[in-house]
């Protein structure tokens, strides 16, 4: 009997509905070639004006100097931004006074227009809406959780990478982000911190929670295809890990760079010595359901995606995150569970953890998020199968400003 034969796989297959994009009514964008759009490439458009966070400590020396005054005042200027986060010359008084509004406007000129904050009932998450100096709209999401501070930053106005079920995806792409538009999100949420506009706990006293009021940690989840913009990003990087005065002085370990899978920047990323953490968002395990759900897939397969993965285990001792967003009847279905389970550990044991988050469903979109019973069975096997597995949260829902629903609308325009 033909169904003796067939493989536990294939038996699980046939139990469950399938939906697809395309069944559903997704049509994928096409190139000149007939291959999935995506673009890479930076639209070009003007660029926005160079600051202190995009210069190293010694082009800032020199600028200041451009400018006519001593070098030293870099470091001052860094301390302002980088420590105080104010680019606010009345607040510079170690400053000579005839001097200040000449240095601000040299080396700290305005980056992002706050044009818009919507904050959840508690207050402890807060979605920022950025104009950006040519009128390109941005998104960053700050949120507070017991231990630490998040800032979910985007990396470019737009993305280019044309999934279906993100909002952003569906935008297309604006433009890269500059170094310093980048750094900007994380000084300006650290001024909303200071002036105690995030709600929530605070942290309370003990050794441990010194600098609690500042953002902790940084994931690359906000708009945009950050290792599309790899020169950017990482510089943005090593301004966040650079000891005050001359960055932010945070901890790598705290950063997180995630990624549709470009294959050769992952390879690129794990050769930089950084220990930042690195997340793949995978979304399903089998190039059959992928090539429509991830368009890049067209270029890199999961596997390969997954090798990079690995090898960026392997090279900086890193455990890696795999992201999956669960969505129902499409990329739910126990046997990719299995699946899932069976290649990650074809490559070995305790090198990555998955991440499936519930689908946050976009504005029009035809899917939903699995089923909790759906959730918790795909967890419980990736566990079970020696892949330590937890569902994330959906924080910011309420305010649009769950992952994927960055779509950067401004209220004139809607
Ligand atoms: N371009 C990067 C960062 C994008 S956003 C990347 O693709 O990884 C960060 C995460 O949110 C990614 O895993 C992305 O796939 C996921 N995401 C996008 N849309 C989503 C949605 N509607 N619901 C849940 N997660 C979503």
Redesign the pocket.
């Known amino acids: 009997m033909a169904t003796e034969t067939r493989t536990p796989f294939e038996e699980q297959r046939s139990a469950r509905p399938q939906v697809r994009p395309r069944t559903e009514g997704w049509t994928q964008a096409q190139d000149s070639e007939g291959r999935p759009l995506l673009q890479f490439a930076s639209p070009k458009r003007g660029k926005p004006p160079e600051h202190l966070a995009d210069l190293t400590v010694e082009e800032r020396v020199a600028k200041v100097q451009e400018l006519g005054l001593p070098g030293f005042r870099a470091k001052q200027l860094s301390t302002h931004y980088f420590t105080h986060h104010t680019s606010d010359p009345e607040r510079m008084t170690d400053l000579p006074a005839a001097q200040r509004e000449q240095l601000v406007a040299g080396m700290l000129p305005p980056l992002l227009t706050e044009t818009r904050r919507l904050a959840t009932d508690k207050g402890d998450t807060i979605k920022f809406l950025w104009k950006l100096h040519d009128g390109a709209l941005v998104e960053s999401v700050l949120m507070r959780y017991p231990g630490r501070i998040t800032l ?1 930053v985007s ?1 470019q106005a737009g ?1 280019g ?1 044309n ?1 279906p ?5 569906q935008q297309g792409l604006t433009r890269n982000m500059s170094t310093a538009e980048i750094i900007e999100q994380i000084v300006r949420a650290n001024a909303a911190i200071a002036a105690g506009e995030l709600g929530g706990d605070p942290r309370k006293g003990g050794k441990d929670r010194v600098d609690a009021e500042r953002v902790t940690n940084i ?10 913009n790899y020169k950017r990003v990482m510089d943005a990087v090593r301004t966040m890990v650079a000891p005050q005065p001359h960055g932010l002085g945070m901890s790598a370990r705290g950063i997180t760079i ?4 470009l294959v050769p920047a992952i390879k690129k990323l794990a050769d930089e010595n950084i220990p930042i953490t690195f ?3 995978l ?1 399903a395990p089998d190039d059959e359901l992928r090539d429509e759900l ?1 368009p890049v897939n067209s270029r890199w397969k999961a596997d390969e995606a997954i090798d990079a993965a690995y090898e960026y285990y392997a090279k900086t001792g890193r455990r890696v995150s795999i ?3 669960l ?1 129902k009847d499409m990329n739910d279905h126990a046997w990719r569970a299995d699946l899932l389970a069976d290649k990650l550990n074809a490559r070995g044991k305790g090198w990555v953890h998955v991440n499936p ?6 504005p029009g ?1 035809v899917w939903t ?1 699995s089923e909790p019973h759906v959730q918790d069975e795909f967890v419980r096997r990736l566990n079970a199968a020696g892949v330590p597995t937890t569902l994330r949260d ?1 924080r910011g829902k309420e305010i649009d400003g ?5 779509a950067a609308a401004d209220e004139t325009d809607v």
């Open positions: 979910c990396s993305c990478m999934c079920f993100c909002a952003t995806g994931v690359f989840m906000g708009m945009g295809e950050p290792l599309a995630s990624t549709v899978g997340a793949l968002s979304h991830i992201e999956y967003a969505i988050i519930p689908l946050n469903p976009t979109s998020s959906t769950a992952c994927g629903q960055l």
